[in-house]
């Protein structure tokens, strides 16, 4: 099997945002936790973007230090590994606030990894 090239690490965080933003992003705190539906979605999409931050390498995640690889990771293992710990407020801030902004950078650094 050969390995896959990490370029597409970044379209599977790029993906993943795009769904947790789809899913939640025009709900309220309220709606979105009181529809486990669609908290269960995000989390599986946030598991997602943490394996595949995992996955980029280390030489890229230090070139774009401003990109939160570290806590995109360690939010994964929170979600796979704590799920019975996982702090509502601590997703609800991810999806509302830290999501745009992910895939905002996400957008621009694959872009700008497209032309080398």
Do not use: C
């Amino acid at each position: 099997m050969s390995e896959r090239n990490w370029r597409l690490f970044l379209l599977d965080i790029r993906e993943s945002a795009s769904r947790v933003l789809e899913y939640a992003g025009s709900m309220s705190r309220e709606e979105f936790l009181g529809d486990s539906k669609t908290v269960d979605a995000v989390i599986r999409n946030l598991a997602i973007i943490g394996e595949a931050a995992k996955k980029v390498p280390a030489d890229i995640r230090r070139r774009y230090p401003a990109v939160e690889w570290k806590k995109m990771a360690g939010l994964r293992d929170i979600v796979v590994h704590d799920y019975f710990g996982i702090d509502e407020d601590i997703i609800w801030d991810v999806v509302s606030v830290k999501m745009p902004e992910l895939l905002q950078q996400i957008e621009w650094l694959t872009g700008e990894l497209s032309s080398t």
